[in-house]
């Protein structure tokens, strides 16, 4: 590992230190102020952004730019690989980049078909979406690289990620991402290798815009299906040898997951408009594109314009994105080579198991815009878009012939919005199916945010809402495994509702949540108890249930930052209910607090000294089936509570011009030996372990 990391850092250095330096267009004022959905940058410190350097976001569906701020502020840096999340609202395996779900359910996306390749959604620690890709224009090359590590050879934990930009030309930025993470693991057979490698590019121009990236993730997790009994975390003195993480025996062997996830975007806008033209001195109404000056004739004279501005009255929108994702599940042997003691159910012969399933989608949109302010009578923008997709899926399976399925469907719909301005923006968008067998599907969904200037703030109110009528996920109508065999053409359209409303002034941030969901649709754990062997073994299985019910969720949560002085306090706190426990557990609290001093050691060293917890009461939590790579539903045979159990680590972190670096000692109150440390049933927290991190920016 170090040796590639000497490599990776060579590289990139020569790689910067030696590329032609090319000048760059500052981006137009209008990427500051065209979409500020939860910008808030009143109370935030000034970061240390290098000169020059301007990153944006997009979201997948109409590419539309989002100002963004370089990953650059050293607050919650200590936070940053940790896979339960920048506050703990995560429940995991206990090793880095294992699988993972937000206990917080109010913040889940409940859609059956935001994304259809189920298998990916565990794994969003460490995948980098379209929409979560920053695109940058920069004067000069720049480069980042960050580095986390804990441990040893033997059971620690190394990440390290390098980010390249640069510009060729005035308008035409590029760059890439590369990212490797390997979790060696404390415990027996929970290996994580994780690698990411994004190419990306930009033109931003006065009519032609365009985004494209390409990404390709390998993921491989080792299966060990927790260890075999609680009681070696929970009461080792009941055990006459003395047991180490290492030695602790686990319930499976030889059983990986893998994932193969291959995307590539690509879009693009072309505007029609008008160029408006501004004698010297005079003051344009609004600026979207600067341009250079020019001369043109009017009335038989030569006028000078003090730079034009191109303003767009409309725009043609395309985008593609192709999808070609892969899951494999293989199961050689249990670890005392009987298998049978862990599976339940067996559709295919054989003892191994080799399962894949390929996942194609191919999906283009069809977008016209009328830009808002294109009419006097008419200050919001109107959208017309059309998207068509085609989705194919195969199963792949030992001793059984390959099957395929192919779903082709088209959405219409149309979005008003208003995003320029400082004080009121709001969209509101429909879209309805037309083909295939999922006529009567439909989403709809709005934002509202009004942002009200005080004298020392900001108040910013927010809201949102969405309904939904949709067909369950593909995986959950058809899944054909060895250990897991569905067809389940008889569920019905799962209908969600959606609303939020937050309050944001300074350092306070409450919000509420309301969550109604009529044919939920979910996995479920099943599990066998068999006294066939001593002591009695439980066997693990898979399976779709779909509540009978409506189910309603409710959470209300409070952020809040104190300062005095040196001495900062960071409170979260979330409540949350729902009406049926069985099919959607949630913990009734949940919240994380953050004391730390904060000052300067001989007036240049940024210092944050400090301790933070993460907490949440005891409840069934979802359990983990390895059989899906998914969170299921705990058995009602087999329930385990997890919870009450608070998790306290201490740490300092540090910055200094462009490095950011901390050293951090997490669970520190493990040595305690009081309580229950896991955050999923039977895959214990690791134990008290030193970790140390750095982020360093090169610019040429």
Not at 52 to 76: Q, S, Y
Not at 533 to 542: D, I, Q, R
Not at 566 to 588: K, R
Request: hydrophobic residues 35%; positive net charge; glycine residues 6%.
């Amino acid at each position: 590992m170090k040796r590639s990391l000497y490599g990776l850092l060579l590289l990139i250095y020569f790689h910067s230190a030696f590329i032609v330096q090319l000048n760059a267009q500052r981006i137009s004022d209008d990427m500051e102020s065209h979409d500020r959905w939860g910008q808030f940058n009143d109370s935030v410190q000034t970061t240390d952004v290098p000169v020059g350097l301007k990153v944006w976001t997009i979201d997948k569906r109409f590419a539309r730019v989002t100002p963004a701020v370089p990953d650059t502020v050293h607050h919650l840096f200590q936070n940053d690989n940790l896979t339960d999340g920048l506050s703990g609202e995560y429940n995991y395996l206990g090793n880095l980049g294992s699988p993972r779900i937000n206990r917080l359910a109010i913040e889940r996306n409940f859609s059956q078909t935001d994304a259809p390749f189920l298998f990916a959604a565990p794994y969003d620690f460490f995948l980098l979406d379209t929409d979560e890709l920053q695109f940058t224009n920069t004067k000069s090359p720049i480069a980042n690289i960050t580095y986390h590590t804990c441990g040893n050879k033997q059971n620690g934990e190394d990440r390290i990620r390098a980010k390249f930009a640069t510009n060729v030309g005035k308008k035409f930025g590029m760059g890439f991402v590369l990212d490797y993470s390997l979790g060696r693991g404390y415990y027996t057979t929970q290996t994580t290798s994780q690698f990411d490698g994004t190419i990306f590019a930009s033109y931003r121009g006065d009519r032609y815009n365009l985004h494209t990236h390409y990404t390709g993730e390998h993921l491989k997790t080792a299966e060990n299906g927790g260890i075999e009994d609680d009681s070696y975390v929970t009461k080792p003195e009941l055990f006459t040898q003395k047991y180490g993480t290492a030695d602790i025996p686990t319930v499976l062997s030889k059983a990986w997951n893998k994932l193969y996830i291959n995307t590539l975007y690509l879009s693009h806008h072309y505007n029609l408009g008008k160029l408006k033209r501004q004698r010297k001195g005079e003051m344009a109404d609004s600026v979207v594109v600067d341009m250079d000056s020019i001369s043109v004739s009017s009335e038989g004279a030569v006028v000078t314009l003090k730079k034009g501005n191109f303003i767009p009255v409309a725009c043609f929108i395309h985008t593609l994105q192709f999808d070609y994702n892969k899951r494999q599940f293989l199961s050689n042997a249990h670890h005392n080579a009987n298998s049978t003691d862990y599976f339940a159910d067996f559709y295919l012969p054989g003892d191994s198991a080799s399962d894949r399933t390929h996942y194609i989608d191919v999906a283009n949109t069809l977008g016209f815009e009328l830009c808002e302010g294109f009419n006097p009578w008419m200050k919001a923008g109107l959208t017309f878009f059309a998207k068509h997709h085609f989705q194919k899926y195969k199963f792949i399976n030992l001793h059984h012939p390959t099957q395929s399925y192919v779903e082709n469907y088209l959405n219409l719909g149309a979005e008003i919005s208003k995003r320029l301005g400082d004080l009121f923006h709001f969209n509101a968008l429909g879209e309805y199916r037309l083909s295939g067998k999922k006529w009567s599907e439909f989403n709809a969904e709005g934002n509202v945010a009004v942002h009200i200037p005080t004298k020392r703030d900001t108040i910013h109110l927010l809201a949102s809402a969405r309904v939904q009528n949709e067909i369950p996920n593909f995986y959950l109508r058809h899944y054909h495994a060895r250990n897991a065999w569905w067809d389940n053409t008889e569920l019905k359209n799962q209908f969600s509702a959606h609303a939020n409303f937050k309050f944001q002034y300074k350092g306070t941030s409450v919000g509420a949540t309301y969550h109604t969901l009529q044919n939920y649709t979910y996995l479920a754990e099943r599990a066998v108890k068999t006294s066939n062997s001593n002591p009695t073994t439980t066997l693990h299985g898979a399976s779709v249930m779909q509540a009978d019910k409506n189910i309603s969720l409710l959470g209300v949560q409070l952020k809040q930052h104190l300062r005095f002085g040196i001495f900062n306090w960071d409170i979260e706190g979330t409540a949350q209910y729902s009406t049926d426990a069985e099919a959607l557990p949630v913990p009734i609290f949940s919240g994380y607090t953050n004391m730390y001093l904060k000052f300067k050691i001989a007036k240049v060293l940024s210092t944050e000294f400090g301790a933070d917890m993460r907490y949440f009461t005891a409840y069934y939590a979802p359990t983990y089936s390895p059989i899906m790579g998914q969170y299921a539903v705990q058995s009602q045979d087999n329930l385990q509570k997890v919870g009450n159990y608070p998790l306290v680590n201490v740490y300092a972190n540090f910055h200094l011009k462009k490095a950011r670096f901390y050293v951090i000692c997490s669970h520190v109150n493990h040595k305690l030996g009081v309580g229950r440390p896991f955050y999923v049933p039977h895959y214990p927290l690791n134990r008290m372990v030193f970790r140390f991190g750095i982020s360093w920016n090169f610019n040429n």
